[in-house]
């Protein structure tokens, strides 16, 4: 589903009272959550590759932490830790090659994937893997190994070829499958823990031409529906589905789109092909202000779903450059008593319904204020050392408004927990980018392999130079009480 957008630069930039290129004294940092405010040593707005190591270098005379920062959609502390310098990579953005017959595009990390496709795109190209929106940058995509909406693809380290990292020393190495392989594994998805990602060398595909099509399900066909019209289906580009959040059909309820590889009308193609910029979002926007907190704006948001934005039947034709660049700025949110989350969670195909289930009797109990869920197919990919992809999956991914307040975050804190248990339940697991409301123990039973990563991040970074919130709750040895 689309995420949520950042102010505007200057907008950005006046709240952090900096300019372009400076380097920064001590501030406060936030997430897009607004949840984890976090007093940070100072930020630095990387343009170039030389403030990187210098950076490095005087964290490490000064004996300071040093956290790396993207858009910042993160939103359990992966992108700063207290009293941390903070790198924030957006700056450092060119596009260093396209190569078409190769099929490749080498980047610098902080470039966003919108940026990605205008450069893609004249040659015929599109990206293979990314979140459904476009808004993110390429660095920060790797350090939470996203997922898109690809079915013949998983997890965004299948479209990684190499790239060039800065280790805490401040030493530059090549890092690809088979450089420095186990970096490879620890970085895709490694929260920023190694080093500082530098450019990148991403694997593309074709921009073709794709017809979209929905159809209108109850959630229990979904998975053998699945399996007759996406996993039979060679011409399926991208896949979707949504569940219900409207009270009479809540969670019970869903549609399923497809856009499928096809020939348009040759009149027409060069028109489909046309890469094209975000749609306006005022209605949208106003509609989605509706769903929040009232039973009668959630049913006529679902209403309008199905009959206005994903009708039954066949729909127009569109690139896979344009289907991958979704209007999100409708999502937008500001208040001082509550905020928007994502959270997500991965399933076995059969055991679904049985999630889908769980999930609903404990929302309709704790009252969630739940405001969309999409689902994806994630392939299996278990070359990330913390994989959430070990099997296959259906991913349900989860947009929901929260309090702000002690008693809005604790209430958070204690269904989400829940929810961690029943996905444990049903052979699942949760994605590690969003709110830190699981536990440690919680993050070990999910993700098996947690202990050996954080060992070996040790091991690569002795010093602990690359840190954040996130590192310090589930990483760090808890520390032995002095007798």
């Known amino acids: 589903m689309p995420r949520f957008r950042l102010a505007p630069l200057a907008a950005l930039l006046l709240v952090l009272g900096c300019s372009p290129g400076e380097t920064n004294k001590p501030r406060t940092l936030d997430d897009v959550s607004r949840l984890n405010a976090t007093p940070i040593r100072e930020l630095v707005r990387v343009t170039e590759e030389a403030q990187v190591i210098e950076a490095l270098k005087r964290a490490r ?58 450069a893609a795109d004249p040659h015929g190209l599109a990206v293979k893997v990314m979140q459904s929106s476009n808004i993110f940058t390429v660095g920060g995509s790797i350090s939470v190994n996203a997922h898109g909406r690809d079915p013949r693809f998983g997890s965004l380290i ?73 996993r039979a289906r060679r011409a399926v580009g991208l896949h979707y589905a949504r569940l219900s959040n409207a009270p009479a059909s809540f969670l019970r309820e869903m549609y399923a789109t497809s856009f499928l590889r096809g020939n348009p009308p040759e009149i027409d193609r060069a028109r489909i092909l046309r890469l094209v910029d975000d749609e306006p979002v005022a209605i949208p926007k106003f509609f989605l202000g509706l769903a929040r907190h009232t039973d009668w704006g959630k049913s006529l948001d679902w209403y309008l779903q199905k009959k206005v934005v994903d009708p039954p039947g066949e729909g127009d034709w569109i690139s896979r450059n344009n289907a991958m660049r979704p209007a999100v700025a409708f999502l937008d949110y500001d208040s001082a008593e509550d905020t928007d989350i994502l959270q997500e969670y991965f399933v076995p195909p059969d055991r679904f319904i049985q999630f889908v289930d769980g999930m609903r009797d404990l929302f309709l109990r704790e009252k969630v204020d739940l405001l969309n869920v999409t689902v994806r197919f994630v392939p299996k990919n278990d070359e990330a050392a913390l994989s959430y992809s070990r099997q296959e999956t259906f991913a349900l991914v989860l947009y929901i408004n929260q309090g702000r307040s002690k008693e809005g975050i604790d209430h958070a804190r204690r269904w989400t927990r829940e929810l961690v248990e029943i996905a444990l339940a049903a052979g699942g697991t949760y994605y590690l980018p969003y709110q830190g409301y699981p536990t440690r123990e919680q993050m070990r039973r999910a993700y098996p392999e947690t202990d050996r990563f954080f060992q070996l991040k040790r091991q690569h970074d002795p010093s602990e130079r690359f840190s954040s919130r996130f590192y310090s709750q589930y990483g760090k040895e808890p520390e032995t009480p002095t007798q």
Do not use: C
């Not at 690809?176 to 500082?196: C, H, I």
């Not at 794709?210 to 529906?225: A, G, H, N, S, V």
């Open 61 to 118: 005379q000064e004996h300071l932490h040093v956290s790396i920062a993207g858009r910042r959609h993160s939103q359990g502390g992966q992108a700063f830790g207290d009293d941390a310098i903070v790198l924030d990579m957006t700056g450092f953005k060119n596009v260093l090659a396209v190569d078409p017959t190769r099929k490749t595009i080498r980047v610098q990390s902080g470039i966003s994937w919108h940026d990605v496709q205008d």
């Open 158 to 230: 299948e479209t990684v070829l190499s790239f060039r990292l800065a280790g805490p020393d401040g030493a530059i190495v090549n890092v690809s499958r088979t450089e420095n392989p186990e970096l490879f594994a620890l970085v895709n998805g490694g929260y920023g823990l190694f080093g500082v990602i530098l450019d990148v060398e991403l694997s593309l595909t074709d921009n073709v031409p794709l017809r979209k099509t929905t159809e209108l399900l109850d959630f229990r066909d979904y998975p053998r529906w699945f399996d007759e019209h996406v």
